[in-house]
Nanobody, 114 residues
Framework: VQLQASGGGLVQPGGSLRLSCAAS????????MAWYRQAPGKQREFVAR???????NYGDPVKGRFTVSRDNAKGTMYLQMNSLKPEDTAVYSC?????????WGQGTQVTVSS
């Protein structure tokens, strides 16, 4: 399984962005998928997770603002980010669970600044 994250960029506070994480390879074997983020000088932080059947859970800082979804046929996960704040600035990375192994994609930079 290989993952490719995209969709990051520069956005003003209060704005929105939509990230994508496209999987390739044995996508039918993927169980849960998740987003993590890491800001400079900080530890990696859990953002959101979605199970194969669609169950979701979110980190407290993003609840009510971010929405995770996935298209199993395409092997793609999305993260709709609304009401963005400067503290959301980070490198966002995606991870997929397949047969008990975890596969990480490269990150995409999100910068929230006026």
């Amino acid at each position: 399984v290989q993952l490719q994250a995209s969709g990051g960029g520069l956005v003003q506070p209060g704005g929105s962005l939509r990230l994508s994480c496209a999987a390739s390879g044995n996508i039918v074997s993927i169980n849960s998928m998740a987003w993590y983020r890491q800001a400079p000088g900080k530890q990696r932080e859990f953002v959101a997770r979605i199970a194969k059947r669609g169950n979701t859970n979110y980190g407290d800082p993003v609840k009510g603002r971010f929405t995770v979804s996935r298209d199993n046929a395409k092997g793609t996960m999305y993260l709709q980010m609304n009401s963005l704040k400067p503290e959301d600035t980070a490198v966002y990375s995606c991870v997929a669970d397949s047969a008990g192994l975890y596969y990480w994609g490269q990150g995409t930079q999100v910068t929230v600044s006026s």
